[in-house]
């Protein structure tokens, strides 16, 4: 089949009147669409359903591809393919609230396309981030008709713990993302002073001085972006507002439909614990195959061999490894699981396939990036069953050891003030430009990084006095943790509230080709401590009081070489990744004052604080 015919904006209704528009591509013959019952491919989303999708690339073709252009593909391939634009969005009717539409609205898409006469009654879905996030909405509905479903770099498991919130923090990517999509929406586009307005905002200069409330803010000329910004901003509390199946799949895998879903994640992506959490949620009680799959990458960038300054080789990409590109590894999905064609997807031939960080030259590559190489492994579970918990203890001389501390009183002070907060470096970042950027970098704060504060020159994050570093001794031989990280702090501070954030980082010695070493960022995590009694509740702290809270980072797999350290960066913020705690004990999101903040972490045998790591081995 050569072409395909095309139905453009179709008109979907949804149970509360509002239309959504939908475009259907149908394989043809000689210019006419064929006759038979097709099985669909749905895609909805709220960057434009014949916009250019900037992560349909490949690693031989650099221009991304516009929707039109991949559900072309799927009809010539013998699909019906929907895109579809979300509520408020582009040509749909209805106002964009993010996020919270999209159960109600994709289940009444999915029961509308397996009632159509071109439909043989099976949908399968697929989507990237906003893409993967509408797919656990409607799944957590149990639509009639879903029969597969690819969700790429996102499908909240439960969006107070990740993607939004994180921890008790708020996510400020939510800001950035809010900012370049009301340029985009509808009201803009048909306002010219609303779009003005927008035009003239400095994001960065906006982010240097957080003190926003609404109508003060640089979404204020967007008045239903602000709204809905703020809302989540100020919802703190895990309630009824964080538990609807739009953001809590946790809650509703039961009610998920038993059938085949791919989940596909990256170390350098928001989502990592979506996609880990997901993937042993909905394995549970279930014959139909649930897979895994995580590799080295950013948010969607599959295609490349690095994160940031960091390169993983050639068998980092999934093209050529793991499939000839993106598009064939879904078509090989969709035909395995639409009953076309019998496929063997090799990125899915175990329930678990990941990508370990590690093990390359050391060097830095033609385009000066380090080149810390890696492999693809496999397994049945995750962590893999191979992995074993193993703890190093913080010491009060700074050091890592397996060792737990021998005496008492033991503990180190640090100032945090809010007016200066630790710069985010790479990580686990995405939808933050202009002011921040995933993947893995150097612990260096340059005059270019973004910074509240900036420094004349460069200057190493270990440098601060509020970043807290712990290193194990170089380690006499290889080191491959594959799994979870956590870090089992005893604390305490001198304000009613205050956060905690970890970084765990692979620390290059000193050689020739890097004789200032690299300390490359791993993964991370934050708490905020009026949580510690729970997520639903608030608990201030008392001055001067010891308490021992759990700090969970994202989940890895890196291999440390010998010779390498092991470190971890403890702090009380992480800005602009996470919001700063002005540690005034104020309700979420309200930043009018703050106070600096003597906190103190806990090393002594009688609160003996340690890092958790799943180490192989």
Same mark, same amino acid.
Request: with cysteine.
């Given at each position: 089949?050569?072409?395909?015919?095309?139905?453009?904006?179709?008109?979907?209704?949804?149970?509360?009147?509002?239309?959504?528009?939908?475009?259907?591509?149908?394989? &043809?013959?000689?210019?006419?669409?064929?006759?038979?019952?097709?099985?669909?491919?749905?895609?909805? *989303?709220?960057?434009?359903?014949?916009?250019?999708?900037?992560?349909?690339?490949?690693?031989?073709?650099?221009?991304?591809?516009?929707?039109?252009?991949?559900?072309?593909?799927?009809?010539?391939?013998?699909?019906?393919?929907?895109? @579809?634009?979300?509520?408020?969005?582009?040509?749909?009717?209805?106002?964009?609230?993010?996020?919270?539409?999209?159960?109600? &609205?994709?289940?009444?898409?999915?029961?509308?396309?397996?009632?159509?006469?071109?439909?043989?009654?099976?949908?399968?879905?697929?989507?990237?981030?906003?893409?993967?996030?509408?797919?656990?909405?409607?799944?957590?509905?149990?639509?009639?008709?879903?029969?597969?479903?690819?969700?790429?770099?996102?499908?909240?498991?439960?969006?107070?713990?990740?993607?939004?919130?994180?921890?008790?923090?708020?996510?400020?990517?939510?800001? *950035?993302?809010?900012?370049? /999509?009301?340029?985009?929406?509808?009201?803009?586009?048909?306002?010219?002073?609303?779009?003005?307005?927008?035009?003239?905002?400095?994001?960065?200069?906006?982010?240097?001085?957080?003190?926003?409330?609404?109508?003060?803010?640089?979404?204020?000329?967007?008045?239903?972006?602000?709204?809905?910004?703020?809302?989540?901003?100020?919802?703190?509390?895990?309630?009824?507002?964080?538990?609807?199946?739009?953001?809590?799949?946790?809650?509703?895998?039961?009610?998920?439909?038993?059938?085949?879903?791919?989940?596909?994640?990256?170390?350098?992506?928001?989502?990592?614990?979506?996609?880990?959490?997901?993937?042993?949620?909905?394995?549970?009680?279930?014959?139909?195959?649930? /897979?895994?799959?995580?590799?080295?990458?950013?948010?969607?960038?599959?295609?490349?061999?690095?994160?940031?300054?960091?390169?993983?080789?050639?068998?980092?990409?999934?093209?050529?490894?793991?499939?000839?590109?993106?598009?064939?590894?879904?078509?090989?999905?969709?035909?395995? /699981?639409?009953?076309?064609?019998?496929?063997?997807?090799?990125?899915?031939?175990?329930?678990?396939?990941?990508?370990?960080?590690?093990?390359?030259?050391?060097?830095?590559?033609?385009?000066?990036?380090?080149? /810390? $190489?890696?492999?693809?492994?496999?397994?049945?579970?995750?962590?893999?069953?191979?992995?074993?918990?193993?703890?190093?203890?913080?010491?009060?001389?700074?050091?890592?050891?397996?060792?737990?501390?021998?005496?008492?009183?033991?503990?180190?002070?640090?100032?945090?003030?809010?007016?200066?907060?630790?710069?985010?470096?790479?990580?686990?970042?995405?939808?933050?430009?202009?002011?921040? @950027?995933?993947?893995?970098?150097?612990?260096?704060?340059?005059?270019?990084?973004?910074?509240?504060?900036?420094?004349?020159?460069?200057?190493?994050?270990?440098?601060?006095?509020?970043?807290?570093?712990?290193?194990?001794?170089?380690?006499?031989?290889?080191?491959?943790?594959?799994?979870?990280?956590?870090?089992?702090?005893?604390?305490?501070?001198?304000?009613? &509230?205050?956060?905690?954030?970890?970084?765990?980082?692979?620390?290059?010695?000193?050689?020739?080709?890097?004789?200032?070493?690299?300390?490359?960022?791993?993964?991370?995590?934050?708490?905020?401590?009026?949580?510690?009694?729970?997520?639903?509740?608030?608990?201030?702290?008392?001055?001067?009081?010891?308490?021992?809270?759990?700090?969970?980072?994202?989940?890895?797999?890196?291999?440390?070489?010998? $010779?390498?350290?092991?470190?971890?960066?403890?702090?009380?913020?992480?800005?602009?990744?996470?919001?700063?705690?002005?540690?005034?004990?104020?309700?979420?999101?309200? *930043?009018?004052?703050?106070?600096?903040?003597?906190?103190?972490?806990?090393?002594?045998?009688?609160?003996?604080?340690?890092?958790?790591?799943?180490?192989?081995?």
């Amino acid at each position: 089949m050569a072409a395909s015919v095309i139905r453009r904006s179709l008109r979907v209704p949804m149970r509360d009147g509002v239309d959504l528009a939908a475009d259907l591509y149908l394989p &043809d013959v000689n210019g006419v669409a064929v006759s038979e019952l097709l099985p669909v491919i749905l895609e909805r *989303t709220p960057y434009d359903k014949s916009g250019i999708s900037r992560s349909e690339r490949s690693k031989d073709r650099e221009e991304p591809l516009a929707r039109t252009q991949v559900a072309e593909y799927f009809a010539q391939q013998g699909y019906a393919v929907v895109m @579809q634009d979300c509520r408020g969005r582009f040509d749909s009717g209805g106002e964009f609230t993010k996020y919270v539409n999209e159960a109600e &609205d994709g289940f009444d898409t999915v029961q509308w396309i397996a009632a159509q006469d071109w439909c043989d009654g099976r949908v399968g879905t697929m989507g990237l981030s906003y893409g993967a996030h509408v797919q656990c909405a409607l799944a957590a509905l149990n639509p009639p008709g879903l029969a597969c479903m690819f969700i790429d770099s996102g499908g909240f498991s439960n969006a107070f713990q990740s993607g939004i919130r994180q921890s008790g923090a708020f996510e400020m990517k939510q800001a *950035t993302w809010a900012y370049r /999509h009301a340029l985009l929406s509808p009201r803009t586009a048909a306002d010219p002073q609303r779009k003005a307005a927008l035009l003239e905002v400095d994001i960065a200069e906006w982010m240097r001085k957080p003190n926003w409330q609404p109508g003060e803010s640089p979404l204020s000329a967007a008045p239903e972006y602000e709204a809905y910004f703020f809302e989540q901003w100020s919802k703190g509390l895990f309630d009824g507002y964080w538990k609807r199946p739009a953001l809590f799949a946790e809650g509703y895998y039961n009610e998920f439909p038993d059938i085949p879903i791919a989940l596909v994640g990256s170390w350098y992506d928001p989502y990592v614990l979506a996609c880990t959490t997901n993937f042993r949620g909905l394995r549970k009680r279930r014959r139909s195959p649930v /897979h895994l799959l995580i590799g080295p990458w950013t948010h969607g960038d599959r295609s490349v061999t690095y994160a940031g300054e960091v390169d993983f080789g050639e068998a980092a990409t999934l093209d050529a490894n793991l499939a000839v590109d993106y598009l064939a590894m879904r078509l090989s999905w969709f035909d395995e /699981h639409l009953g076309r064609r019998d496929q063997n997807v090799a990125a899915f031939a175990h329930p678990v396939t990941f990508f370990q960080m590690g093990g390359g030259k050391g060097q830095c590559n033609g385009d000066g990036r380090l080149s /810390h $190489g890696g492999s693809w492994r496999s397994a049945d579970e995750w962590p893999p069953g191979s992995s074993q918990t193993r703890s190093l203890y913080l010491l009060p001389d700074r050091k890592l050891s397996a060792e737990a501390p021998q005496s008492s009183g033991g503990c180190i002070d640090f100032r945090f003030d809010p007016g200066d907060p630790v710069p985010t470096i790479g990580g686990s970042v995405t939808s933050g430009d202009p002011v921040m @950027q995933g993947g893995a970098f150097d612990q260096i704060q340059r005059p270019s990084t973004f910074a509240v504060c900036t420094p004349a020159g460069d200057s190493p994050l270990s440098a601060r006095d509020d970043v807290i570093v712990f290193e194990s001794e170089p380690l006499r031989e290889d080191l491959v943790v594959c799994g979870r990280v956590i870090a089992e702090l005893w604390v305490s501070s001198d304000q009613p &509230d205050t956060d905690f954030t970890i970084k765990l980082i692979d620390v290059y010695p000193h050689s020739d080709g890097l004789p200032d070493g690299f300390a490359m960022n791993l993964t991370d995590g934050i708490f905020r401590m009026r949580y510690r009694a729970g997520w639903d509740r608030e608990v201030f702290m008392e001055s001067g009081e010891v308490y021992m809270v759990k700090v969970h980072a994202f989940d890895v797999s890196n291999l440390f070489a010998r $010779g390498h350290r092991i470190r971890v960066d403890i702090s009380s913020s992480n800005y602009p990744r996470f919001d700063i705690n002005p540690n005034t004990g104020n309700p979420c999101g309200d *930043t009018s004052d703050s106070r600096v903040a003597i906190n103190t972490v806990h090393c002594s045998a009688d609160y003996p604080s340690r890092l958790l790591l799943d180490v192989e081995g």
